[in-house]
Structures are given as C-alpha cells and as structure tokens.
C-alpha cells in the first residue's frame, strides 16, 4: 500500500482525520477496514505516521475517515542530493511518465522549459501543472518520498537559467563523447555541497544538481552556448542516443546512483 500524503491540520490529538479523493480511494479503491494500518505523511516533514482506521462518517457533502496515529517513525527515503530537473516539453504525453518516474527516482523539482525545438506549448498553464503536480503525489506515495516534489510552471529557457543558479548544473548532450555524467559529478564533488542529514527539509543546505534534458532534435547551439555561459557541463549519458523521456529517467537514475549508493 503506498504513502498517502496529508495537510498539517488533518493531523490533531494523536487523531488523523481524511476526506475527498483521499478517504474515497482508501476505503472505496483499497478498501480498507477497522484496525486496518496505513503509513501517512505531511509534505516536507521526513515523519511517518503509522496509524490505525477507527471509524468513518459520511454526510451529504463527504465521506470521512478517522485514524489513531500507533507511531511515528523518521522517513529516509529521500536522496543524498537534490536534483532540479530542467525539462525541454515533450510531444504527446511524455511529459506524464516523465514526471511519474523521475519523482519515483528521487527528482526534488522539476521544471518544464519551453525551448526552440519544442513542439507543445501548454496554453492552460494551472490546469496542467495541477495534472503534474497531482502525478507527481500519487508518484511520490507509491515510492515512500519524504516530500511531494514541485512541479514548476513552464517558462522559456532563458528564464529558467535563473532558477536553482546556485546549483551544480550539467546539460545532456548527444555530441559530448569524452564526459559522462558520472565523471562531471566525482570531479566537481566539491562544488556540488556536503549532505549531512537523512532529510534536510531546506534544499539550500543539501547537494544541489541541475541537469538539463532537451526536447526532441535536442538543444540547439545557441541553446547549449546559453547553458554553457552559466557553468552548465556538457555530459554523456552513454553510448546510445536515447528519447528525450529515456534520457530524463537515465540521468536522474545515474545521479541518485552516485549518491545513495
């Protein structure tokens, strides 16, 4: 059974109270019974909260279910490193298993850019970030995250260089053939920051990466020039060309290789 997350103030007296989508899927979908457990969580707190279903109310409005917390237990599910991932927008629906297994992987952010190869320009921004966002949860529950990572709006490139500028950042480029990720990352080790914690809950105080993935057709050279002027290292993910989607799950699994290993 995945983590379900919860808002602070469902949390009171040693009592979790879920309702919405929330309480629908645990006792409709899963369907749960009295003094059946389930593991919640609260955003960004690293705690688990291991609790017991006691009863459930329905009124005209909701459905409601109402669990006693057993035990609270750290949660060090979250990576050694926070990772920004910087996402050219991809055709069709990519965009969706792009999301879904980067956070599965340990991604802290992603955020979509818009490039001059890219085809799809999202014109209702809020309605498809909350699609990511709410993907991003769903992911980041099954896998037993720590926190919910964010989904950024999309912007253009330009813009997006100055997100996380403090960061380690890399680019993957099909033409690179002499730098791979993993010796950008052991040579610039101590550029990248010490981690000290199981969760740090403020991104500024752990590992910090960015790594930037093109569209398809790839980054253009004015876009690589832009990238390498802000310290971005062109790098190899392997011998292969991958997709733009492959080439997100690869990299984002070579990095958190590196650090939980």
Same mark, same amino acid.
């Given at each position: 059974?995945?983590?379900?997350?919860?808002?602070?103030?469902?949390?009171?007296?040693?009592?979790?109270?879920?309702?919405?989508?929330?309480?629908?899927?645990?006792?409709?979908?899963?369907?749960?019974?009295?003094?059946?457990?389930?593991?919640?969580?609260?955003?960004?707190?690293?705690?688990?909260?291991?609790?017991?279903?006691?009863?459930?109310?329905?009124?005209?409005?909701?459905?409601?279910?109402?669990?006693?917390?057993?035990?609270?237990?750290?949660?060090?599910?979250?990576?050694?490193?926070?990772?920004?991932?910087?996402?050219?927008?991809?055709?069709?629906?990519?965009?969706?298993?792009?999301?879904?297994?980067?956070?599965?992987?340990?991604?802290?952010?992603?955020?979509?850019?818009?490039?001059? %190869?890219? &085809?799809?320009? *999202?014109?209702?921004?809020?309605? !498809?970030?909350?699609?990511?966002?709410?993907? +991003?949860?769903? =992911? #980041?529950?099954?896998?037993?995250?720590?926190?919910?990572?964010?989904?950024?709006?999309?912007?253009?490139?330009?813009?997006?260089?100055?997100?996380?500028?403090?960061?380690?950042?890399?680019?993957?480029?099909?033409?690179?053939?002499?730098?791979?990720?993993?010796?950008?990352?052991?040579?610039?080790?101590?550029?990248?920051?010490?981690?000290?914690?199981?969760?740090?809950?403020?991104?500024?105080?752990?590992?910090?990466?960015?790594?930037?993935?093109?569209?398809?057709?790839?980054?253009?050279?004015?876009?690589?020039?832009?990238? %390498?002027? &802000?310290?971005? *290292?062109?790098?190899?993910?392997? !011998?292969?060309?991958?997709?733009?989607?492959? +080439?997100?799950? =690869? #990299?984002?699994?070579?990095?958190?290789?590196?650090?939980?290993?």
């Amino acid at each position: 059974m995945p983590k379900y997350f919860i808002h602070p103030h469902e949390i009171s007296d040693n009592h979790i109270h879920v309702s919405g989508e929330t309480a629908h899927h645990l006792l409709n979908v899963i369907r749960i019974k009295p003094d059946d457990s389930v593991i919640f969580g609260c955003n960004g707190q690293c705690i688990n909260y291991h609790a017991t279903l006691l009863h459930t109310s329905k009124n005209s409005k909701e459905l409601t279910a109402t669990f006693i917390v057993d035990t609270t237990t750290p949660c060090y599910t979250e990576p050694n490193v926070h990772i920004s991932l910087f996402q050219a927008l991809p055709k069709g629906d990519k965009m969706d298993l792009i999301v879904q297994k980067c956070v599965e992987l340990g991604v802290g952010d992603i955020i979509p850019i818009h490039t001059e %190869r890219t &085809i799809p320009r *999202i014109k209702d921004n809020d309605k !498809k970030i909350a699609r990511y966002q709410k993907i +991003a949860e769903s =992911a #980041a529950g099954q896998s037993m995250r720590g926190i919910i990572p964010d989904i950024l709006p999309p912007c253009t490139l330009e813009l997006a260089t100055k997100i996380n500028s403090e960061a380690f950042a890399m680019l993957a480029h099909e033409q690179e053939q002499n730098v791979s990720l993993k010796s950008a990352i052991e040579k610039n080790a101590s550029n990248i920051g010490n981690f000290t914690e199981p969760c740090v809950k403020d991104p500024k105080k752990r590992n910090r990466i960015n790594i930037w993935i093109g569209p398809e057709g790839g980054f253009t050279d004015k876009e690589v020039a832009i990238l %390498r002027s &802000i310290g971005a *290292i062109p790098v190899s993910l392997g !011998k292969r060309i991958l997709r733009t989607e492959t +080439a997100a799950i =690869a #990299a984002i699994a070579q990095i958190i290789c590196l650090y939980d290993s």
